[in-house]
C-alpha cells in the first residue's frame, strides 16, 4: 500500500491572520491595558498580581521611609512595654503614671503595627504599601489629637510635648505624600 500524501498546507490570508491574532491576543489579555491603565503582558500576570512596572517606579525614599517608621514603631513599642515610667516621663515631663498597664497594651498595639510595617517594607504590592502607609498616617493623626486634648485637660506644656506633636504632623505629611505617590497613575510614555 502507499503512504497517503497529507494535504498541501493551505496558506492563509493576511487580513485573517491578523484578525485571529488580534483574537488570541484578547483573549490572552496581552497587551491590553486593566481599569487602572497598566498593561499587562498576561492573564497570568493579572491573575498573580505581578506589578512589574512599579518595582521600577517607587517614589524616592519610599523604602528609607517605610524602615524609618518600622524602627520607630518597633522602637516605642518595646520601650512602652519595658519601660512604660521612662516612656511618661518623657513625654509629659514629671508626670506621675497612676497605672502602668494602659502603657503596656499600647507598646502591645504599637508592637503589632510594627510586625505590619516590617512585612510591608518587604512587599512591591501597591496596595500592601498604600494600606501600610494609611495606618501609619491615622495612627500619627490620632495621637496628635489625643496628645492634644490631655494637653488641654491637664495643662502641662514642655518642649518634649512640643516636639512629639510637630513630629506626629511632619510624620502625617510625609506618610500621606507618599500614599499618594505610590497611588498615583504612572505617567503615559
Known amino acids: 500500500m502507499a503512504a497517503k500524501q497529507p494535504p ?12 485571529s491574532r488580534l483574537k488570541t491576543r484578547k483573549i490572552l489579555g496581552v497587551g491590553g491595558e486593566d481599569d487602572d491603565g497598566e498593561v499587562h503582558r498576561s492573564k497570568i500576570s493579572q491573575v498573580l498580581g505581578n506589578e512589574i512596572k512599579f518595582t521600577i517606579r517607587e517614589p524616592l525614599g519610599l523604602r528609607v521611609w ?4 518600622a524602627v520607630l514603631f518597633s522602637g516605642i513599642a518595646i520601650m512602652a512595654l519595658a519601660f512604660p515610667d521612662q516612656l511618661y516621663d518623657a513625654v509629659f515631663d514629671g508626670a506621675q503614671v497612676t497605672s502602668k498597664t494602659p502603657i503596656r497594651l499600647y507598646g502591645g498595639a504599637l508592637l503589632s503595627i ?4 516590617w512585612n510591608a517594607l518587604y512587599t512591591a504590592e501597591k496596595v500592601i504599601i ?3 502607609l494609611l495606618t501609619e498616617a491615622c495612627y500619627f493623626g490620632v495621637q496628635f489629637l ?3 486634648a490631655t494637653l488641654a485637660e491637664t495643662g502641662l506644656m514642655s518642649l518634649g510635648i512640643l516636639l512629639l506633636l510637630v513630629s506626629r504632623l ?3 505629611v510625609i506618610s500621606i505624600y507618599y500614599y499618594y ?3 498615583r497613575r504612572p505617567k503615559k510614555a
Not at 517605610?66 to 517608621?69: E, G, I, R
Not at 510594627?114 to 510595617?117: A, D, E, N, P, R
Request: net charge positive; hydrophobic share 50%.
Open 8 to 19: 498541501p498546507l493551505m496558506k492563509k490570508h493576511s487580513q485573517t491572520d491578523l484578525v
Open 130 to 132: 498604600r494600606w501600610t
Open 170 to 172: 511632619l510624620f502625617v
Open 114 to 117: 510594627s510586625l505590619i510595617m
Open 146 to 148: 489625643v496628645v492634644t
Open 181 to 183: 505617590q505610590v497611588g
Open 66 to 69: 517605610q524602615f524609618v517608621s
